[in-house]
C-alpha cells in the first residue's frame, strides 16, 4: 500500500496533463489539482498498513444488503477517487462474472488486473462518454471515424487505440484509466468495441481538465474550496495498450456489458449524493429562513415543507432500493435498478424547483453577498457585519457565511456545474425516463388495468 | 358469526337514512345501496363460521412487518366496508393502548367494545369531520355552537350529543359508527371532546347519502357500477350514547388521540389504494396506446414512462413506509409515518397530472365514445364496431369498453369524486405537506447544511 | 328567417338520430336535445325579423379589429349551435378565399352555398375527425379503406361518400354538416380529399349522440343543466352529395385548407371561452373560500393568487392576438395565429391544475355535497341547512349551490366532459406545442443567440 | 453634455469604492468597473452634442403608446446604467406628479432636480433595498434602528442620514444615488419616510461592490465578459443632505409613493428583458440541437417546442402591456400593471424549467467544455477542434464557442447571479402572485361565478 506521500509522488510520472491552455508540470502551482490531491493523500494515510500484502479492506464486493447500506456512507465521507475507484473495480467484477460464458480469456484477464490493482493501491477513473460527433449516426457513419474510441492497429502484443473521451472526472490525480464502449456495439462495429485500462503516463494520452475550483478568495467558497476535482477531456493519440490490460476486444454483443455494470455502482453513488445534497438544501433554507426572521412566515414555511417532502421522496426511493437489493451469481449484492433510477430521476428532475426555493427563501444577497475579505476590512467591516446582521442573536458574519454557502452551491460556478451534472450524469432526463420504463412490470400493470375494464385476460 | 343473509337481514332496524331527498325503507331500490350490500354479504360468507366463539380472522392487528405488509392487500381484495372496519378497530386499539395511563377507565371500556364488536361480527365506519361552521373560528366562538359535535346533556346513564359529521363513507351498510372529535381540543371545549360508538338505529340518528353510482346503463361504467359505496352526511339530533359506549368525555387535552390513530392506519389503506390506481392508470395507457396504433410514438412513450415513474416513486414510498415500520408498545407495527405521509402527498398532488396523460393518449373519444347501447343497436352498432376498429386485431368492443373504463374512471361521475377524494382524504395537500415537514428530521438537516457551510455545530 | 318555432319544427325531418341504443323520434322525450333546442330556439327569435331577405346580421366576417374583438363575446352570450353556425360560416369564407387561384369553381359553389344558407337562416356544425384506424397508418394502408371519409362513387349528379366522423357537437339540433378532411393528403389519395355540406335527413346519414346532460335533478346541476349539447358520432353509409355542395374532391394538394381555415375561426372561439372559464374558477374560489371563512388563510391566498396569474396569462395571449390581428386578402380581420395558439395551450395545460386549487380550497363537499332535494326535505333539510351554513352571513343553501356549482363544472360527467374537451379540442398538447412551434420566429431567435455567443451572423 | 472621455474622469471624484476587500483608487486595475464604464463612456459619446443647453433626448418621458413600447428596446441597445438613469428620471417624475397635492414643496424641488441632473448630464442608480434586519418587525422595533435608513439629524440646512442599502446596481460608475424608502412607512416612522438624491462623493458615503465579472479569459465568457455590472451594498455613516436634494421627510403617508412610481418603471425593463432572454434561449437551445446533429429528435423538438411557447407567452404579457398602457394626469404612458406584472412573475418563475431545457438538450459539455485557450495550445488544441466538431459541416470552434455561450448564461457565476436576479428582482414570486391578484378584477370574476353557480348578484 502506498502513503499519503508516496501517493503524491508518484503522479510525477510524466503524464501529459492541460488545464487552462497550459501544459501542468507542477502540480503545486493548479490549486484545482493540489486541493483534491491533499484530500486523496489523506485518504491514503487512513487506511495505510505496511504489511507487504495489506490491501484496502473498502474495495470489496458488499456480501449483504446491510454491507451495501453501509459502504455508500463510508465510502462517501471519503475523497470522490477513492470512491470513482471502488465503482471501477466493482464495474469490473461485474462485468467478469458477466463475461464468463461468452469470454472466459477476458474474465480471467480482468481477475487479475484488478488483484494486480488492489495489490499495487492504486486508484482509478472510469472513463466512458465519447466524443459521438453527429448524434445521429452510427460511428463508422461519422464524417471522422474517430468520434467513438476505435482499434486503429493491433500487434502482436496488443492494441493501438484512437480516438477522446468527455466528461472525465479526476483524471490527473488518478494513475489509471478503465475506459470501456459508451453505448452497445453492432456487427461491423468490431474495431468500436473496445474496453481497457491504461496509465495516466502511457505515451499518446492526453488529458485537458477543466474545474470549478474557485479563483476568489477560498472563505468565499465553503464548498467549492474543499471540493473540487478537475474534468478532463481525454484525447488517445494512437495509444499502445499491451494484451493483458485490453478486456474487450472485438465481441461486439458484449460491448454493452460494461457500461451496464458500471450504470449498477455509478447510480447508487450519485443518488445517495443526490439524497444528502436535498437535506442539505432544506437545511439551509431553514437556517437563512431564520436568520432572515421569515421561519414563521406561511408561504416560507410551505416551500420549506416542500423542500422536506422532495428530500423525503429522494429517500424513500434510496430505501426502497436497498430494501429490494438483488443477489448477483457471484453472491454480492446490487441495489434495485427500478427504484435506483427512479429516485435519481427525481433528483435531477428536481434539482432545478428545490434550489428555486432556496434562493426565494434566501434572497437578493445571495448573488449580492459582500466578500468575507470586505468583512475583514477595518473600514467597511464593521459595517458589513452592522447590516448584515438581523438581530442581537444573529451575526452578520454568521449570516453572510450562510449567503456564501448558499451562493457556491447553487449561484456560481460550482452550483452551475451541479445543475449540469445532476442533468447529465445518468444520461439526461430522456434516457432515465426511459431506463425506469424498461424496468417496471407493464405486464402486471396491463393485467390491472383490465381487470378494471372489465376485460378478459390476455392469452 | 354471521353470514351474507343475517347481514342483509340486520340492517333492516329502523335505521333513518335518506337518498336524493327521500327516505329509503327498502334498500332493494336504491342501487348505490344494493350493489355494495351484496359485496359485503360476500365477505361475510367467505368467513362465516357456525361455532359460537368464531371471529374473523382479518381483524387482527400485525405483530411483524410481513403481516402489516400482507394484510393491507388482502384487505383490498374484500369489500371497503370491511375495510373499515378493520381501520376502526385498529384506531381503537391504538387509542386504547395511548389513553391507558391518563384515562384507564376509558382503556377498559375500548377493550370491552372491540372484543363485543368482534363477537356480533358487526361492521362499522368512522365519523371524524365536523360541520365545522367558520374555519377560523373555534368550536365555541360559533354563531351556532352544534357545529362541532358536543354533549349537550349528561345523565346518570349517559350522554346525549348534537351535531353533525360529513363525508362519512358507507353508513347505511355498516352497523355502528365510531365518532371522534376531527381536532385537538382545549380547555373550556370539554363538551366537544367526545367520542363513543353508536348503532345506525339510534334514536335521532339520520344520514343522508350521496352515491357516485352510475344512472346509466351498467355497462357503461364498468369500475363504478361495480365499486360504488354512498358518502353520508350524518346527523346527530339529540341521540342518546349509554356511557360503556362513550370512550372519551371532556377529557380535552386527548381529544386528538383519536384522530391520531385513525390516521395511523387510514393513511396506510388510502396509498396502498392510490398506489395501485396509479399502476391502473399506466396499464391503462399503454392498452389504450397499443390500440390507437401510437405506441410507438416518441411523444406517447414519454408520457407513458413519465406514468410508470410516477407510479414507481409512489410505490417507493410504501416500501419505505413498510421498511422502516415501527413496533408499538403493545407488540403490533404500523408503516413509517414519514413515508407513508410523502407517498400519499405525492399520490394526491400528481393524480390530476397522471390523468391528463392518461386523456391526453388515449383522445377525444374518453369523452364522446358512444354507448355499449349503441354497440348492441342493430342499426347503428354494426357501424360503430367497424369505426371504433383500429385494424383487423383490434376490434371496436375492445375499444370502447376500454373507453367506457378510461371515461369512468377520470371524466365521469365517479372520476369527479376520485380527484376530490384523493386531494381531501388525508386532510388536503397543504396539511400533508405539513405533516411530513412535522416528521422530517429537521435537526439532521441543519447540522448537514451547517457542515457545509463551513460553520460550526450548534450548542 | 325562421321564428323558434319554426326552427323545432323543422327538425322534424327524418333524420336518423340515436341516443342511448335506440333511434329518437320525439326530441321531447330525450332532454339532453330538448334542453338545448330550446336555448337555439331563443336565439332564432332574438334576430327574427319577417322580411323576406332578410339575413342574421351576427353571421358576418368581421372588417376591423374591433369588430373581431366585440363579435366573440357577442356570439358566446347566445347558444353553441348558432355560434357553430358563424364558425363553418367563416371557415367556408376563408377557404373560398384560398381556393380561388387553384379551384375557382369551388370558390363559386360555396359563395353561392353560403349565401343560401344564409337566406335560408339554416344552422350548422362542421365534421372535421375522420374514425382514423391504426393512427401510425394512411388512410389508403388501412385494414378497412373507411377509416377516413372517402367517395365511393362519382354518378354524373354528384358523390356518394362513406366513412365516419367523431366528435361532432350538436348534429342533432343542426340543419346540415359541414364535412372537411381531418387532415392534409398526399397523390394517390384523391378520394379522401372531400369536403361538402349535406343535410341532417340524407339518406344513409346516422348520428349517434351521447350528452353530458345530467340525469340526476336540474337543481344539482346548476351549469350542466343549461348548457350541454349532444356529441354525435356521425356514419356516412353510403351518402349521396349534389356536386353543387360539394367543395374539395380530389385536389389533395387544398386538402387541408378547410380544417386550416377552421382552425383560425375555431381556436379564436374556443380561447375566448376558456379565459372566461378560468375567470369563472378564479371567481368560485373567491367565494368559496369567503363562505368557508378562510379566504384571509395564507395558503389559500396563494391558491387564489395563482388562479388570478393563471387567468390573467390566458387573457394576455387573447389580448396579444387580439393586438396583432392579421388582415386577410378579402377585407376580414382574423386572429395572430401564434398568441391564439398559446393561449389555448396553456388554457389546456394548465386547466387540471387550476381545478385542482379550486377543489383544494373548496373541500370535500365538492364530493359529498347533499342534493338540493335533500334541503327541500321537511326531515333531514333543516339539518342540512343547519349545518352547511357556516356563520349567520353565510346560509346553508348559498354555499350547497357553490358546492353544486363546483361539483358540476369540476367534479362530475360536465367537469370530466370539460377536463378531455380542453386537451383535445385543439388536436391535443403535443400539436399545440408544435403550432406554436412552427409560427414562432426561430429565425430571429437564432439570430439573437448567435449575438449572444459572439458568432458571426449566418449567411 | 459630457463627451465619454468627460465622463470616465468625472468618476475621479473621491468616492469610497472598495472590492474584494480593498479600496478601489484607480478603476483601470479592476476589470469588473472599467469594463462597463467603457461602454457608458461609448452612450456619452453616441449622444454628445456640444451645444451648452444640450440635453440627450433618450430621457424623456413617452407621450404616446408607440413611444412607449420604441423607448425600451433603443435604451436596452444602450448601456444599463444608462438605462438606470431613464428610470431614475422617470420615477421622479412620476412621483412628483403624485406628490403635487399632498407636498407642493417637494415637487417643485423634484423638478429642479430632475432639469439639473439632465444638463449636468449626469447617471443616477435607485436605491431602495434597506438591510431590513429581522423581517418580522417595523422598522423602530429592530435591535438595530438603523436596519432601515433613516434621519439622524435634522439641521438648518439638511439632514443627517444612516443606514444601508442593498443589491445597488452600479454605484461605482454612476453620479448620484435617488435614495427611497424600501416599503410603505406607518405614523411614528416618521424619520423612515425619507427620500433623497446623493452624489457618489459624499463623506460618510461608501460602497461595497461585487461582480460576476469573469476572472477567467474573455474568450470563455462571451456574455459576461461583455455585460457585467457591479453590484453594490451602499453604506450611509451619517451623510448629510441639503434640503434642495431631499424629496420626502417625514410624510409617512406618500412613503410607498416613489417605490411605487419606480416599479412602474422598473418591472417594464425588467420584463423586455427577460422576453428577450427567453429568446435567446430558444435560439441557443435549436443552435445547439443542430450543433449536435439531435434537432430532429422527437423529445428534442418537443423540449425546443416548449422553449418557445414559454418565450411567446411571455411576450403576449409584453404585448398585452402595452396594448393596455395607461395614460397617467402628466400626459405620458405606462404600461398595464396587471400584464406587466404578470409576465414578470411567468419569467421569473419559468427561468429556472427553461434553462434545464437547454441544458438538457446541450449536453455535458456545458460544465466540461475546455477553455478557448486550449483550443489555441498547439498539442492539443488540434485533437479538441477534432473532437468537438460533430460533422464537416459544424466545426469544433463553433461549438466550443456556443456551449461557452450556454455556460456563461446558465451555469457559470453569471447564470447564477440571473437566477437569484430573476427570481428576486420584482420582490421574489410570492410579492408578484400577491400584486397581479391586487390588479385582478376580482368583483367581475365574482360576478361571473355566480351566474355560473345560479346564484342572484350580489347588493
Known sequence: MMTGQQYK?????????????????????VPAFSTPRGHIADSYDLFYRPEPDAVNPMFQAPESKDELRDRIPQLMALDEVTYLTYQCQMTLTTAASRLRSVAPEMTARIDRYVADARRRDIRMVECITDAKGHRGRRPQDQDDQDAYVRVVERRDDGIVV???????????????????????????????????????????????????????HPADYPVSGRLSLPDSFVIFDDVFV??????????????????????????????????????EIAGLAQLIAEANGVDGYGHVREKIAELTMHATLLRAGLEAALANAERSEDGFYFPS?????????????????????????????????????????????????????????????????????????????????WHVVNLHSGGGLYAQRLITRKHYDMTRAKALARRVAGLPDEG
Not at 254 to 279: C, I, K, N, P, Y
Open 162 to 216: 484512437r480516438g477522446a473521451k468527455l466528461h472525465i472526472t479526476g483524471t490527473p490525480l488518478a494513475h489509471e484509466l478503465l475506459v470501456m464502449p459508451t453505448k452497445a456495439m453492432k456487427p461491423g462495429e468490431e474495431d468500436y468495441a473496445v474496453a481497457f485500462a491504461v496509465p495516466m503516463s502511457a505515451p499518446g494520452l492526453m488529458s485537458v481538465s477543466t474545474s470549478f475550483h474557485p479563483t476568489g
Open 242 to 279: 499491451p494484451y493483458e490490460r485490453v478486456f474487450l476486444d472485438g465481441q461486439t454483443s458484449s460491448a454493452a456489458v460494461f457500461a451496464h455494470s458500471l450504470g449498477l455502482w455509478e447510480r447508487l453513488g450519485g443518488t445517495s449524493l443526490m439524497v444528502q445534497q436535498a437535506d
Open 9 to 29: 509522488e508518484s503522479l510525477n510520472d510524466g503524464r501529459a496533463t492541460y488545464f487552462a491552455g497550459r501544459r501542468v508540470i507542477d502540480f503545486d502551482e
Open 337 to 417: 435498478e427500478l427504484y435506483t433510477n427512479a429516485a435519481r430521476y427525481l433528483a435531477a428532475a428536481g434539482f432545478s424547483a428545490a434550489v428555486q426555493k432556496l434562493q426565494d427563501i434566501a434572497g437578493g444577497s445571495v448573488a449580492t453577498v459582500p466578500s468575507m475579505l470586505d468583512l475583514d476590512n477595518p473600514d467597511v467591516g464593521p459595517f458589513v457585519e452592522k447590516y448584515m446582521s438581523t438581530s442581537t442573536e444573529v451575526s452578520g458574519r454568521y449570516r453572510v457565511q450562510l449567503f456564501h454557502a448558499i451562493k457556491d452551491l447553487t449561484a456560481d460556478k460550482y452550483g452551475g456545474w
